[in-house]
């Protein structure tokens, strides 16, 4: 079973660099074909 | 998708996770020059600049490894020299048969020289690439500090 709902995945990569540079954590953006 | 803990748990704890399907954000393709999918970029918190880019599929241990070396990376940008070490020398630990490892090994030396300036630390990482990952374009990168 995919543990990726784990993920809370955002989908404004401008809003998550706001929040990086809060946080001082790096942003990791994934760029995906697979069915959702 | 992710299917290991290990790899949803490192993204939660480290990361600002975000995805873009192809069909959804074509925008974000070109923004960020991708190619191939899968395609994970790193972007550094304070400027988000790409600290690496992993393209195509790895299993879960190379992964992992692939995003510690992204956290190394970010580290070595701030000069944070000893976070850096840390990240690399786990990952070089971890899973010492992945190819990550012998990148973290590379990495882990140039951490270490960059916070001493003691060229010592360079030539004892070419020589426990002498130990492990042999052939490795990395052990062929660190052969130069054999001195």
Same mark, same amino acid.
């Given at each position: 079973?995919?543990?990726?709902?784990?993920?809370?995945?955002?989908?404004?990569?401008?809003?998550?660099? +706001?929040?990086?540079?809060?946080?001082?954590?790096?942003?990791?953006?994934?760029?995906?074909?697979?069915?959702? | 998708?992710?299917?290991?803990?290990?790899?949803?748990?490192? @993204?939660?704890?480290?990361? @600002?996770?975000?995805?873009?399907?192809?069909?959804?954000?074509?925008?974000?393709?070109?923004?960020?020059?991708?190619?191939?999918?899968?395609? @994970?970029?790193?972007?550094?918190?304070?400027?988000?600049?790409?600290?690496? +880019?992993?393209?195509?599929?790895?299993?879960?241990?190379?992964?992992?490894?692939?995003?510690?070396?992204?956290?190394?990376?970010?580290?070595?940008?701030?000069?944070?020299?000893?976070?850096?070490?840390?990240?690399?020398?786990?990952?070089?630990?971890?899973?010492?048969?992945?190819?990550?490892?012998?990148?973290?090994?590379?990495?882990?030396?140039?951490?270490?020289?960059?916070?001493?300036?003691?060229?010592?630390?360079?030539?004892?990482?070419?020589? +426990?690439?002498?130990?492990?990952?042999?052939?490795?374009?990395?052990?062929? +990168?660190?052969?130069?500090?054999?001195?």
């Amino acid at each position: 079973m995919s543990d990726d709902s784990q993920i809370k995945w955002g989908k404004d990569v401008d809003q998550a660099l +706001r929040t990086a540079k809060q946080q001082q954590r790096p942003v990791l953006v994934d760029f995906t074909a697979a069915p959702s | 998708m992710y299917p290991s803990p290990n790899v949803a748990r490192l @993204i939660e704890a480290e990361f @600002i996770p975000v995805r873009f399907h192809i069909k959804d954000n074509p925008g974000m393709w070109h923004r960020f020059d991708v190619r191939w999918t899968p395609t @994970i970029l790193i972007l550094d918190w304070d400027d988000g600049s790409e600290a690496r +880019r992993v393209e195509g599929f790895l299993p879960a241990d190379e992964f992992v490894g692939q995003l510690e070396l992204g956290l190394g990376d970010v580290a070595i940008e701030h000069k944070d020299w000893a976070k850096a070490q840390r990240y690399f020398a786990h990952v070089a630990e971890a899973n010492p048969e992945t190819d990550a490892a012998a990148e973290g090994e590379y990495w882990a030396g140039v951490a270490k020289y960059s916070a001493s300036h003691d060229a010592s630390a360079l030539k004892e990482t070419a020589r +426990r690439f002498t130990q492990r990952h042999q052939g490795t374009s990395w052990a062929k +990168r660190a052969s130069v500090w054999k001195g």
